[in-house]
T-cell receptor, first 117, second 116 residues
C-alpha cells in the first residue's frame, strides 16, 4: 500500500461527458502529480501541484484541468470526453523538493480506469 | 528534450535465466534514476533508485541496476528470473536542482515474460 488513494477505481461514461477523478496523497506529502497511461502513449505526465499551486504542466489537454485543495487532496477534471481519453489515470505524491531533502521517488495510487463509450 | 529510452518493448526469458532490461537517458546533468514495476491491474511500485551515491543500486525482489554515466545507461538486472517477475517495468528519470519539479519522465516500458 503506497498510501495514495484514488477514486473511483473504474469509471464508464459517454462521449461529451465530464468526470472528476480524486486523489488523496500520502500523509505529509505536498506534491501531487497526475499521469495518463494508455497503450499508444505510455505514461504521460499531465500536471503537478505543490502545496496548492500548479508547479509543472505536461501534455495536458485544454479540456482537462486539475486543482489541489487546502487539505492537499487533488482532483482531475476531464470534460468533453472523447473515445481517445479512455486510459488509466494515475495520481502520485512525493515529499519535499528542497535540496538536501529531495529523495526523488513518487508514490503511486492504483489508478482510475476511465472508459469512454 | 530530455528523454528516456527503454530498448525492447517485450523481453522473454526462461525461469532461472538472467533478466536484463535496458534503459538509456538523455541528460547533460546527472539525473535521479528509477525503475518501477507494474503488475496487472495495479499501480507502479518502486524497485530501486539511483540518487548519486553508489553506482550499483540494489532494489527489492533481487533486482539491481548500474548507473553508467559514460554510457548514459541504467540497465536493470536480476540473476535468476522467477515466474512472479512477469510484469511491466518502467525506467524513469528526474532532475534535481533549484528548478526541480520532481516530476518523473518515464520510458515506454518493457513487458517481461517469464517462461516455465
Amino acid at each position: 500500500d503506497s498510501g495514495v488513494t484514488q477514486t473511483p477505481k473504474h469509471l464508464i461514461t459517454a462521449t461529451g461527458q465530464r468526470v472528476t477523478l480524486r486523489c488523496s496523497p500520502r500523509s505529509g506529502d505536498l506534491s501531487v502529480y497526475w499521469y495518463q497511461q494508455s497503450l499508444d502513449q505510455g505514461l504521460q505526465f499531465l500536471i503537478q501541484y505543490y502545496n496548492g499551486e500548479e508547479r509543472a504542466k505536461g501534455n495536458i489537454l485544454e479540456r482537462f484541468s486539475a486543482q489541489q485543495f487546502p487539505d492537499l487532496h487533488s482532483e482531475l477534471n476531464l470534460s468533453s470526453l472523447e473515445l481517445g481519453d479512455s486510459a488509466l489515470y494515475f495520481c502520485a505524491s512525493s515529499g519535499s523538493l528542497r535540496e538536501g531533502q529531495y529523495t526523488g521517488e513518487l508514490f503511486f495510487g492504483e489508478g482510475s480506469r476511465l472508459t469512454v463509450l | 528534450a530530455q528523454s528516456v529510452t527503454q530498448l525492447g518493448s517485450h523481453v522473454s526469458v526462461s525461469e532461472g535465466a538472467l533478466v536484463l532490461l535496458r534503459c538509456n537517458y538523455s541528460s547533460s546533468v546527472p539525473p535521479y534514476l528509477f525503475w518501477y514495476v507494474q503488475y496487472p491491474n495495479q499501480g507502479l511500485q518502486l524497485l530501486l533508485k539511483y540518487t548519486s551515491a553508489a553506482t550499483l543500486v540494489k532494489g527489492i525482489n533481487g533486482f539491481e541496476a548500474e548507473f553508467k554515466k559514460s554510457e548514459t545507461s541504467f540497465h536493470l538486472t536480476k540473476p535468476s528470473a522467477h515466474m512472479s517477475d512477469a510484469a511491466e517495468y518502467f525506467c524513469a528519470v528526474s532532475w534535481g536542482g533549484s528548478s526541480n519539479t520532481g516530476k518523473l519522465i518515464f520510458g515506454q516500458g518493457t513487458t517481461l515474460q517469464v517462461k516455465p
